[in-house]
């Protein structure tokens, strides 16, 4: 670009950033910027939210409703019950209807716990039964990483057997 680039919010300093959503220029006092692991438990993320500067306008109409949706669910998906496949007592008589839920590319089986009830929550259950988490070693030459994988089927429980399991174990 040969002319300078002016801040689309400001209109006076120079402004060495770019906003994620309409890529005006922006400077560094009117940048919004995103933590890196904002919105870390979105399995895919829209395209707007992989930038992580924005200018004023864009944050407050494109990424604030967004960050206000995603806490919402994140609170939902905390409270999402996990059972892994050895519970089977727990949830023999549960509904296996949906078809399963699944994540890939996690960085540890906390993550892709936690993303798998995002996606459940996002489709209102409660509940995430036979969880499987793998944790497959790759070897990129002689560096070697590691990446998890899950899958569960989503189903609803009801609330008087969540209230009764918390008081069971004591929280
Ligand atoms: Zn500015
Ligand atoms: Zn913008």
């Given at each position: 670009m040969s002319e300078q680039s002016l801040c689309v919010?400001?209109?006076?300093s120079n402004a060495p950033l770019e906003c994620g959503v309409c890529k005006s220029a922006v400077c560094k006092n009117c940048a919004d910027f995103l933590a890196?692991?904002?919105?870390?438990?979105?399995?895919e993320r829209p395209v707007?939210?992989?930038?992580l500067v924005y200018c004023q306008s864009c944050y407050l109409s494109a990424i604030a409703p967004e960050i206000e949706n995603y806490n919402q669910i994140l609170a939902q998906a905390e409270d999402v019950r996990i059972f892994d496949r050895s519970q089977t007592k727990e949830t023999?008589?549960?509904?296996?209807n949906e078809k399963p839920l699944q994540v890939k590319n996690c960085l540890d089986p906390q993550e892709a716990t936690m993303k798998l009830a995002y996606l459940a929550a996002l489709k209102n259950f409660n509940a995430i039964i036979d969880v499987d988490i793998k944790t497959t070693k790759i070897r990129d030459g002689s560096y070697q990483t590691s990446e998890c994988s899950g899958i569960g089927f989503p189903t609803n429980i009801s609330n008087t057997k969540i209230e009764r399991d918390r008081k069971v174990r004591g929280n």
């Open positions: 919010t400001c209109q006076k890196e692991d904002a919105f870390q438990y979105i399995d707007i939210l992989n930038g023999r008589l549960m509904k296996r």
